[in-house]
T-cell receptor, first 116, second 115 residues
Framework: AQKITQTQPGMFVQEKEAVTLDCTYDTSDPSYGLFWYKQPSSGEMIFLIYQGSYDQQNATEGRYSLNFQKARKSANLVISASQLGDSAMYFCAMREVLTNAGKSTFGDGTTLTVKP | NAGVTQTPKFRVLKTGQSMTLLCAQDMNHEYMYWYRQDPGMGLRLIHYSVGEGTTAKGEVPDGYNVSRLKKQNFLLGLESAAPSQTSVYFC??????????????FGEGSRLTVL
């Protein structure tokens, strides 16, 4: 079974609107971290936001927030007030501390296109 | 502030040739990783290292070797390149094993084409 599943290969959003990118994960490790990375067309990988498995509150970083639903094993990324520069590929990743030696596993990504 | 630096950025090889990708980080990170990214796919872990002198296999290690002789450097070698190894290779580093840290810092990527 895939450890990280991103079911939306592509998403479109109107500029200034909010968008949610889905991510579900599968782990038996009680200690894990969830990450979102952005990959623009230039190719570099940019860290956006982190959520720890023991964190009680959803993580937020500026216009990014992570909707963490532990029982459902989901970690959706919410981008508010979309900008043209948000057009990129977005990857969800999970780092398992005890069962996977701290390695990170990535989903296949979602391509977000922001329309003017 | 260099962060993670990969060399070379681009390389074209013929089948059977060998090459080494170099990754250098200046953040004193313990953990270093090599990933490959194929079109339309996420990153898959090739090999990783949890400290100087240590290496371990990741998800797709076949056809690759690595070495971590110095803490700041992580080398990825292809002994006999194959067309299936055409990909973009990313090096990354992180500070440790706790789930409360572990954000990956990436290099810019190295695009390898094997003809």
């Amino acid at each position: 079974a895939q450890k990280i599943t991103q079911t939306q290969p592509g998403m479109f959003v109107q500029e200034k609107e909010a968008v949610t990118l889905d991510c579900t994960y599968d782990t038996s490790d009680p200690s894990y971290g969830l990450f979102w990375y952005k990959q623009p067309s230039s190719g570099e990988m940019i860290f956006l936001i982190y959520q720890g498995s023991y964190d009680q509150q959803n993580a937020t970083e500026g216009r990014y927030s992570l909707n963490f639903q532990k029982a459902r094993k989901s970690a959706n990324l919410v981008i508010s007030a979309s900008q043209l520069g948000d057009s990129a590929m977005y990857f969800c990743a999970m780092r398992e501390v005890l069962t996977n030696a701290g390695k990170s596993t990535f989903g296949d990504g979602t391509t977000l296109t922001v329309k003017p | 502030n260099a962060g993670v630096t990969q060399t070379p950025k681009f390389r074209v090889l013929k089948t059977g040739q060998s090459m080494t990708l170099l990754c250098a980080q200046d953040m004193n990170h313990e953990y270093m990783y090599w990933y490959r990214q194929d079109p339309g796919m996420g990153l898959r872990l090739i090999h990783y290292s949890v400290g100087e002198g240590t290496t371990a296999k990741g998800e797709v290690p076949d056809g690759y070797n690595v070495s971590r002789l110095k803490k700041q450097n992580f080398l990825l070698g292809l002994e006999s390149a194959a067309p299936s190894q055409t990909s973009v290779y990313f090096c990354a580093s992180s500070s440790g094993g706790s789930a409360n840290t572990g954000e990956l810092f990436f290099g810019e990527g190295s695009r390898l084409t094997v003809l």
